[in-house]
């Protein structure tokens, strides 16, 4: 909460129990309606479905606008079931709450339980994860994203908003635990007890289990500010390591699903984070406040079908990520594909036309003028175009002279029959993978690359294609580059014409399909129910949304301009949050980036077109202790001498351990990381990470379930009860970025650091 009068450590006991127990009858009340409201809501789910079954003439209608509703409101209903009251806010008398300090209005969200407070509150008024009103519609509980809640987060004795006393309710499943206050107008404290101990740092030393969950109960002023930030436009969310960016972030989502759902329910949202073990760590979050809509994918899984399973090197990811690598990529899909025949020949009435390959190569090209963004749908247009060609060739080379009388109707039907293999051939359908995978041949992508790359580079970058197995986070976003300019393969056509000129036979030959057993495949969806199941089924590759109407955007500082992109495609309509520490950033040519991520958010054109930016800075530091904290700082100092750290605001007592080996083999340090793991084994709880430098083995070891090898690289956004930081002088050393990666690795954990380092110097920078 922020900074208040806080009293009360000295009541006696049983005034704290006497407290919790008149807490405890208003949140059991709470239980036993949300179980109604529960039940209700599957009533009327169930209710939707009979009246589908009934057949009458409106009942379409009726069951889309029930079922819609009703599914909605169960599965808001559906929160996690721990804290589900977790504030109160006594007013002064006389008082209202709202964002102006008056009655908030009435909540934009259709189908959300409970809503807002009345405007005029009597009584205390109750914070929950989501609205509970009694039978008579009398609010029990206040949603925290409806307006009436604002004062619950951003109130401060400097602007205590009418409210008196904060108390947080600290619950372990249905049972109160503890309570902690804030004054925040002592001297109209007239009758309320003030009880409290600190909980909200205890809070923060809570054991780490592997998962991170809500803060909904004790969001701090700053990060409300961005939770509630307007949902137009961009909000770009700064802030050092541990300033819970991607707290606020998911919170976010959960505030303008709520508020806006219309909005941003049907459209969607995406949320973006570095890699699979970060969309594992947050995936509870959003459940957890009874939001299971929003699609959440890591840089390595955005394109259906497709999993990056490694990180490539610094100079690999240089040269993939580089925005240049769209010119590459245009011009590989436009090049002669691989095993193209050289020569088109067809015969008419006698006469032998050819096309060589400069006159093939020249039709391509003005093919691929035409088709941009749709090369996998332009065989038609391929076709006809070779047909005028050959036409013209025909002409040319005195055909009508040699065969006289003919027709040029008669002279195309003819060699339409001929083309079907050589289009097949000349005019493949690809996937994106072909695509790239063709550009393992040296020539091929020496062609593609014109002035973009050097030749050492187009070396590397084949030999990387021919030699490596999987593809790379910045492999995923070559391919979706390549997915765009391919387009889809052509579905085949609802009603098939009788008389396209392209079915021979009862074949198409452009698709190479039978079109006598064509049964359209794919039907409308008519009804928002099913548009609503379609938005919950994330993991449906075929009916994947991939026009959002929010993205957010986790650790944006590491986006190579390629990966801005392949975001920006799939939010070409939509309003952003981008969470990010420029200071941690492993990608080099940030410039690049930057404008990138403009052309991607939209906030790159003309003063007109542009849209609104709202950007806020998170300053306290959540996640270290203040003893780790300054190992971290000390790293900063030197990775970003002018950068300014977060204040850290929880001591342990345990200073970070700086350990200096005898050698700096493998061997030492790997062994010297084991006997860390135990020592901390025993020190600590929850998990513990060891970050080892980028290309390290990760053979499993033989230790517990908690604990965690992983590189440097897929440490990002995560955090640990304990870090074990294994050979910082090499982390810092493997790209011109090591000192920014060194900073993610000794900002990760909560309670206890331990450094291995082998060099002197490395030890002293950070021990002093
Ligand atoms: N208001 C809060 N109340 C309780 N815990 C909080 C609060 N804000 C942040 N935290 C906790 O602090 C930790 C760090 O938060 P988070 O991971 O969102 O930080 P971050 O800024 O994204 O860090 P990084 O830049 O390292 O990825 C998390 O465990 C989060 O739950």
Redesign the pocket.
């Known amino acids: 909460m922020p900074s208040s009068a806080r009293t009360g450590a000295a009541q006696a006991p049983q005034v704290k129990e006497a407290e919790i127990a008149a807490e405890q009858s208003l949140v059991d009340a709470a239980h036993v309606r949300l179980d109604e409201m529960r039940e209700e809501a599957q009533r009327m789910l169930q209710e939707g479905f009979r009246q589908s079954q009934a057949g009458t003439k409106s009942s379409l209608v009726d069951r889309d606008a029930m079922v819609y509703q009703a599914a909605l409101r169960a599965q808001a209903l559906n929160v996690a079931d721990d804290g589900l009251v977790f504030g109160r806010l006594d007013l002064a008398p006389g008082a209202s709450v709202g964002p102006a300090g008056l009655g908030g209005p009435a909540s934009a969200d259709p189908g959300g339980p409970g809503g807002p407070a009345a405007a005029e509150q009597h009584g205390p008024l109750y914070i929950g994860r989501v609205g509970v009103r009694t039978r008579e519609h009398e609010s029990l509980v206040v949603d925290w994203r409806a307006p009436a809640a604002e004062a619950f987060y951003r109130a401060t004795p400097e602007d205590p908003r009418g409210v008196v006393r904060r108390r947080v309710l600290h619950s372990r499943g249905h049972r109160v635990i503890d309570l902690e206050d804030d004054l925040l107008q002592p001297a109209l404290v007239d009758g309320l007890t003030v009880v409290g101990d600190g909980a ?1 740092l205890a ?2 030393a809570r054991t780490r289990e592997g998962a ?2 809500d ?1 909904v109960a ?3 002023r700053e ?1 409300d500010l961005v939770i509630r930030a307007p949902a137009d436009g961009t909000v770009i969310v700064r ?10 972030a998911l919170h976010r989502v959960a505030y303008l699903l709520f508020r806006h759902r219309r909005r941003f329910g049907g459209r969607g949202v995406l949320i973006v984070g570095p890699n699979q073990r970060f969309t594992a760590y947050i995936e509870r979050v959003l459940p957890s406040l009874g939001e299971g809509s929003a699609a959440l994918r890591s840089l390595g899984d955005l394109l259906p079908g497709t999993a990056a399973t490694r990180h490539d090197s610094p100079e690999l990811t240089r040269i993939k990520g580089a925005g240049s690598m769209a010119r590459v990529l245009r011009r590989a899909v436009t090049d002669h594909p691989p095993g193209a025949p050289d020569l088109l020949t067809v015969v008419h009435a006698g006469v032998v036309v050819r096309l060589d390959r400069p006159r093939l190569d020249k039709i391509r090209k003005q093919v691929h003028q035409r088709v941009h963004g749709a090369v996998n749908t332009g065989r038609r247009k391929a076709a006809d175009a070779l047909l005028d060609a050959l036409w013209e060739r025909f002409v040319e080379i005195g055909g009508l002279v040699d065969a006289p009388g003919i027709k040029r109707g008669e002279f195309t039907a003819n060699a339409r029959d001929q083309l079907g293999d050589f289009l097949t051939a000349w005019w493949p359908i690809r996937t994106p993978d072909q695509v790239l995978l063709s550009l393992a041949d040296p020539g091929r992508l020496g062609r593609a690359a014109g002035r973009d790359l050097t030749p050492s580079q187009v070396g590397r970058l084949a030999g990387s294609l021919a030699h490596e197995d999987g593809w790379s986070y910045q492999d995923v976003a070559l391919l979706d580059e390549l997915d765009s300019l391919l387009g889809r393969a052509p579905r085949p056509t609802r009603k098939v014409r009788e008389d396209d000129p392209y079915v021979v036979d009862g074949v198409n030959i452009l698709t190479g399909e039978e079109v006598a057993e064509w049964e359209p495949e794919f039907r409308e969806l008519t009804t928002s129910i099913e548009r609503f199941e379609r938005a919950r089924r994330v993991d449906d590759e075929a009916e994947e949304a991939t026009d959002y109407g929010h993205v957010v955007v986790d ?1 944006a500082q590491d986006l190579s301009p390629m990966q801005w992109r392949m975001l920006g495609r799939r939010g070409r309509q939509a309003t952003w949050t981008v ?1 990010e ?1 420029p200071a ?1 950033s492993a990608w080099e040519d940030l410039e690049a980036s930057r404008q990138a991520m403009a052309a991607a958010l939209g906030t790159a054109g003309t003063r007109r077109n542009k849209r609104p930016l709202h950007s806020f800075e ?1 300053t306290t530091n ?2 270290n202790s203040v003893e780790i904290a300054a190992v971290a700082t000390r790293v900063l100092a030197k990775a970003v001498p002018d950068a300014v750290p977060s204040r850290a605001v929880r001591t342990t007592g345990h200073e970070a351990v700086v350990s200096l080996l005898p050698d700096g083999t493998r061997p030492t340090f790997l062994h010297a990381a084991r006997d860390a793991v135990i020592d901390l084994l025993g020190q600590v709880e929850g998990t513990i990470g060891v970050i080892l430098p980028l290309g390290w083995p990760q053979d499993p070891w033989d230790v517990p379930d908690r604990v965690q090898l992983l590189d440097v690289l897929d440490a ?2 995560l ?1 640990f009860d304990a870090a074990v930081i294994v050979a910082p002088e090499e982390i810092a050393a493997q790209s011109p970025m090591g000192l920014r990666t060194l900073y993610v690795a000794v ?1 990760r954990a909560t309670q206890r650091l331990t450094v291995l380092t082998a060099d002197p110097a490395w030890r002293e920078t950070l021990t002093t």
Do not use: C, W
Request: hydrophobic share 30%; aromatic share 6%; glycine share 16%.
């Open positions: 909200f809070s923060l991170m969950r803060i004790t969001i701090q990060q802030g050092g390591p541990g300033t819970g960016k991607t707290a606020v650790e969470v520490d941690q998170l959540y996640r990002k956004g955090e900002s």
